[in-house]
């Protein structure tokens, strides 16, 4: 067997595919947390519960109603993002005028709520979730096996993040977005609705990270704690791109996501650090991320 | 306009207001010393240390974020590292007394906070928060790691040793009175601070960094003062917390103590002296009253709860809120 770096080339092939999956989740979570971050201003703590809601729906819906994949694909992020929603309407807009730490500790608060409740149905020990039968199989190519399920999520993702990519830097909506970014007030001025934009774009970036989620619950366990580590590390990949641009969190959401997995093969106790460990050496040597404009 | 205006009445006037003010606090301070030496003969004294060592927990965060603005969300990371530190060297180390044990930890506290504030000082607001956040899961999974801490089982068994080599603290009134005494020598040490030159100018920061900028002060270095001093008081408060209870684990070092000390902060009065320790009071009593009932499981989502409300409601906590009430009816 071909080795690289004394280590088999299928064994490396395959940590680098899972280090792809990841980073095409933290790619998802992190575009939705720079998209609220842009009009909002704030920091969505609880992405993460976003995220692990996702997950458990999709769960939830197959178990109770026989809600098949295809539909919770939509269903999911559709149902989480109106209650993003409602969050922003009923908790959110009535501190809009204060400190943005504040709208973080909020979104904390809110995090630690929705987990708690949730252990306290669902347990700490996870759900399972049927791989949907035409995901089963794999390619078998020369240097290593490729199962359907994953190749899916790596461009489902990636053309996810594209599509938003694409509507934020090349459509009218998108313009609307970026001028509230830049000024809300006068946005306001020219009669665009900003409260309702600002509604709508926090229920998109839950609904990517519902989606994410929905993506997850085939080969994660789906368990209620899932989001809360996740975001954690979602953070220091926001930290490391910069939150300047939306292309700068994709791309650093995969090149991490490869890291972590390279990190898996040639040195395993420091994979769940290393993301850490990288964002310590920008935060040296560029303290604004790699993408981001110092603020 | 009144003939007999006075300026020399006016300064008068304030001068009383400001005496009978202090005076008020005076008095106030008086009392809950008084409470505080009498309170291990009403209630346990171990329950009491828990609430003195989260309080000055709470003290110590409460310096960097309600007075410098600088909102941490890593303050676990020397809580843990103060509590492991002691642990370690109190339990492989017998010549050593405990206030070793406890300076030592104390000191790579404050070096961990060093090494966080370099890092993290010159990012603002939200980027601040999630950098140290960030840090501090760096050190969670380094305490995860390494074998001297004990991983997921924790450090137990640590001894508590005699203080200068003399007291015995395996007796709980003697560990209750001398966490008591460094408590109240910290609270002092803030309260120093805070109405100090040094502390008028975290508070303009706070207030309004770029003019405190433009006045000439190089804030970055006021920060990292804040964050530092911050740092060691919160390793202190985990080094004798691990010397109350002998035991050292990770829930120290999650990332959900270091909410837990932003809520007690939150719900005492970010900004006040007092809030802090009423949060924390609060908030280790809740806990405690509720793992004992048949909400048990529902501490997380409680807290959340009061999260929300305070954030919601009333962000001045219960201090400030009794301060603008104070100040409202009384003058």
């Given at each position: 067997?071909?080795?690289?770096?004394?280590?088999?080339?299928?064994?490396?092939?395959?940590?680098?595919?899972?280090?792809?999956?990841?980073?095409?989740?933290?790619?998802?979570?992190?575009?939705g947390l720079a998209i609220i971050f842009g009009l909002l201003k704030i920091i969505n703590f609880a992405h993460g519960a976003m995220y692990m809601l996702g997950a458990l729906v999709t769960v939830v819906l197959f178990n109770t109603l026989g809600v098949n994949y295809w539909v919770a694909l939509f269903l999911a992020p559709l149902l989480?993002?109106?209650?993003?929603?409602?969050?922003?309407?009923?908790?959110?807009?009535?501190?809009?005028?204060?400190?943005?730490?504040?709208?973080?500790?909020?979104?904390?608060?809110?995090?630690?709520?929705?987990?708690?409740?949730?252990?306290?149905?669902?347990?700490?020990?996870?759900?399972?979730?049927?791989?949907?039968?035409?995901?089963?199989?794999?390619?078998?190519?020369?240097?290593?096996?490729?199962?359907?399920?994953?190749?899916?999520?790596?461009?489902?993702?990636?053309?996810?993040?594209?599509?938003?990519?694409?509507?934020?830097?090349?459509?009218?909506?998108?313009?609307?977005?970026?001028?509230?970014?830049?000024?809300?007030?006068?946005?306001?001025?020219?009669?665009?609705?900003?409260?309702?934009?600002?509604?709508?774009?926090?229920?998109?970036?839950?609904?990517?990270?519902?989606?994410?989620?929905?993506?997850?619950?085939?080969?994660?366990?789906?368990?209620?704690?899932?989001?809360?580590?996740?975001?954690?590390?979602?953070?220091?990949?926001?930290?490391?791109?910069?939150?300047?641009?939306?292309?700068?969190?994709?791309?650093?959401?995969?090149?991490?996501?490869?890291?972590?997995?390279?990190?898996?093969?040639?040195?395993?106790?420091?994979?769940?650090?290393?993301?850490?460990?990288?964002?310590?050496?920008?935060?040296?040597?560029?303290?604004?991320?790699?993408?981001?404009?110092?603020? | 306009?009144?003939?007999?205006?006075?300026?020399?009445?006016?300064?008068?006037?304030?001068?009383?207001?400001?005496?009978?003010?202090?005076?008020?606090?005076?008095?106030?301070?008086?009392?809950?010393?008084?409470?505080?030496?009498?309170?291990?003969?009403?209630?346990?004294?171990?329950?009491?240390?828990?609430?003195?060592?989260?309080?000055?927990?709470?003290?110590?965060?409460n310096l960097l974020f309600g007075f410098t603005g600088l909102l941490s969300f890593g303050h676990a990371a020397f809580l843990a590292s103060g509590g492991y530190t002691t642990g370690y060297l109190l339990s492989n180390y017998s010549g050593l007394t405990t206030e070793m044990g406890i300076i030592a930890g104390t000191l790579v506290a404050t070096l961990l906070g060093l090494a966080f504030a370099l890092l993290s000082i010159r990012r603002q607001g939200i980027y601040f928060a999630m950098?140290?956040?960030?840090?501090?899961?760096?050190?969670?999974?380094?305490?995860?790691?390494?074998?001297?801490?004990?991983?997921?089982?924790?450090?137990?068994?640590?001894?508590?040793?005699?203080?200068?080599?003399?007291?015995?603290?395996?007796?709980?009134?003697?560990?209750?009175?001398?966490?008591?005494?460094?408590?109240?020598?910290?609270?002092?040490?803030?309260?120093?601070?805070?109405?100090?030159?040094?502390?008028?100018?975290?508070?303009?920061?706070?207030?309004?960094?770029?003019?405190?900028?433009?006045?000439?002060?190089?804030?970055?270095?006021?920060?990292?003062?804040?964050?530092?001093?911050?740092?060691?008081?919160?390793?202190?408060?985990?080094?004798?917390?691990?010397?109350?209870?002998?035991?050292?684990?990770?829930?120290?070092?999650?990332?959900?103590?270091?909410?837990?000390?932003?809520?007690?902060?939150?719900?005492?009065?970010?900004?006040?002296?007092?809030?802090?320790?009423?949060?924390?009071?609060?908030?280790?009593?809740?806990?405690?009253?509720?793992?004992?009932?048949?909400?048990?499981?529902?501490?997380?989502?409680?807290?959340?709860?009061?999260?929300?409300?305070?954030?919601?409601?009333?962000?001045?906590?219960?201090?400030?809120?009794?301060?603008?009430?104070?100040?409202?009816?009384?003058?």
């Amino acid at each position: 067997m071909s080795m690289i770096f004394g280590v088999p080339l299928a064994v490396l092939s395959g940590q680098l595919l899972i280090g792809f999956i990841n980073g095409a989740f933290y790619a998802l979570l992190s575009l939705g947390l720079a998209i609220i971050f842009g009009l909002l201003k704030i920091i969505n703590f609880a992405h993460g519960a976003m995220y692990m809601l996702g997950a458990l729906v999709t769960v939830v819906l197959f178990n109770t109603l026989g809600v098949n994949y295809w539909v919770a694909l939509f269903l999911a992020p559709l149902l989480v993002g109106a209650f993003g929603v409602l969050i922003e309407y009923f908790l959110l807009r009535r501190i809009a005028g204060q400190d943005h730490i504040y709208s973080l500790l909020l979104t904390f608060g809110v995090a630690l709520i929705i987990q708690g409740v949730l252990t306290n149905i669902y347990g700490v020990s996870g759900l399972r979730y049927a791989m949907p039968d035409m995901f089963k199989g794999g390619f078998k190519l020369d240097f290593m096996f490729l199962p359907y399920y994953r190749a899916w999520v790596i461009v489902v993702a990636l053309l996810v993040c594209f599509g938003t990519w694409f509507v934020i830097e090349k459509t009218k909506l998108g313009a609307y977005l970026r001028a509230g970014t830049e000024d809300s007030q006068l946005m306001q001025g020219f009669g665009i609705n900003v409260p309702l934009l600002v509604s709508l774009t926090y229920g998109f970036g839950v609904a990517l990270a519902a989606f994410a989620g929905v993506l997850a619950a085939p080969i994660y366990s789906v368990t209620p704690g899932m989001g809360a580590n996740t975001l954690i590390v979602v953070f220091a990949v926001v930290v490391i791109g910069g939150m300047g641009s939306i292309g700068g969190a994709i791309i650093t959401g995969i090149l991490m996501g490869v890291i972590e997995g390279l990190t898996k093969t040639f040195y395993p106790p420091a994979s769940s650090a290393v993301i850490f460990l990288v964002m310590v050496v920008v935060l040296m040597f560029r303290p604004a991320g790699l993408f981001g404009k110092e603020a | 306009m009144s003939q007999s205006f006075d300026s020399s009445n006016v300064r008068k006037a304030i001068l009383d207001q400001q005496k009978s003010q202090d005076r008020r606090k005076m008095l106030l301070n008086g009392v809950l010393l008084l409470l505080l030496l009498a309170a291990p003969f009403a209630m346990y004294p171990v329950f009491l240390m828990k609430i003195l060592c989260f309080a000055l927990f709470a003290v110590a965060f409460n310096l960097l974020f309600g007075f410098t603005g600088l909102l941490s969300f890593g303050h676990a990371a020397f809580l843990a590292s103060g509590g492991y530190t002691t642990g370690y060297l109190l339990s492989n180390y017998s010549g050593l007394t405990t206030e070793m044990g406890i300076i030592a930890g104390t000191l790579v506290a404050t070096l961990l906070g060093l090494a966080f504030a370099l890092l993290s000082i010159r990012r603002q607001g939200i980027y601040f928060a999630m950098v140290t956040l960030a840090l501090a899961q760096l050190v969670y999974f380094f305490f995860v790691q390494s074998a001297f801490t004990g991983g997921e089982d924790g450090m137990h068994g640590i001894p508590r040793g005699h203080l200068f080599g003399l007291i015995d603290l395996s007796d709980n009134m003697n560990m209750y009175y001398f966490v008591l005494t460094v408590f109240i020598a910290c609270y002092l040490l803030v309260q120093r601070i805070v109405s100090s030159p040094y502390g008028q100018v975290l508070k303009a920061i706070k207030q309004n960094e770029p003019r405190a900028v433009s006045l000439g002060y190089n804030v970055d270095r006021y920060k990292t003062l804040a964050f530092v001093i911050s740092a060691a008081l919160a390793g202190l408060a985990g080094s004798m917390k691990s010397v109350v209870f002998q035991l050292a684990s990770l829930n120290d070092a999650h990332w959900h103590m270091s909410g837990e000390v932003i809520l007690m902060t939150l719900v005492g009065g970010m900004g006040t002296l007092l809030g802090p320790v009423i949060g924390a009071t609060f908030v280790v009593n809740i806990e405690y009253q509720l793992s004992q009932g048949p909400l048990r499981d529902w501490v997380d989502p409680i807290l959340g709860g009061i999260f929300v409300l305070t954030v919601l409601a009333f962000r001045s906590g219960i201090v400030g809120e009794i301060q603008k009430f104070m100040r409202k009816n009384l003058g």
